[in-house]
Structure formats: C-alpha cells, structure tokens
C-alpha cells in the first residue's frame, strides 16, 4: 500500500516493539515506499529524533512531531488546519 508518494512515519517505541518497528520501516523500505522510524537512538532526519523519555510521558513527545507537520504540510498545500472539507464534525442520527 505504501508507494513512493507516501512516507509512513513509525514510532520506534519501547522494547521489545522497537524490534518489530524497525522490521515494518524494512519492510516498507524493501517494498519501493519511504519510511522514518522516529525515537531517540534512530538514525535518519534529525527533526525526527526524539529526546530519551519515561515510557509515561512518550505519547505527548511522539505526537508533537506529527502535529507539527500537519500543520506545515496544510499551510503548504493551502488548507488551514482542523477544517473538514469532506464532512463535519458533527454526526447527526435521526
């Protein structure tokens, strides 16, 4: 599913699923996509790495990189962020 116009960012996370990561970032390398495995010991784009960090706080230092390329990537492309295009935020059920 992942091609050349895509990049799937993977979040190395604690042992033992940093082993199982770094084989899908391979494994998606081996079949012609991009990937970045992020964490604090990977190689690959400096933006990307994250600081060493107690299992507790990971999820908020994980997620601020990718809140930070949203928003660069919809300013990019001439959207502004958090806008539905293609539906609501709101379901309504009758």
């Known amino acids: 599913m992942a091609g050349q116009k895509s990049l799937v960012i993977i979040f190395e996370g604690p042992q033992p699923i940093a082993a ?3 084989r899908l970032a391979a494994d998606i390398e081996q079949g012609g996509g991009r990937s970045v495995l992020v ?17 507790s706080t990971r999820p908020i230092i994980e997620i601020l990189p990718i809140q930070m390329v949203s928003l660069a990537v919809a300013a990019r492309d ?4 958090g806008r539905f ?4 935020k709101i ?3 009758d």
């Open 78 to 81: 001439g959207f502004e962020a």
């Open 20 to 22: 199982l990561q770094r």
């Open 91 to 93: 379901t309504n059920v």
């Open 39 to 55: 964490g604090p010991d990977t190689e690959g784009l400096a933006v990307f790495r994250l600081p060493s960090e107690p299992a």
């Open 85 to 88: 295009e293609r539906a609501s």
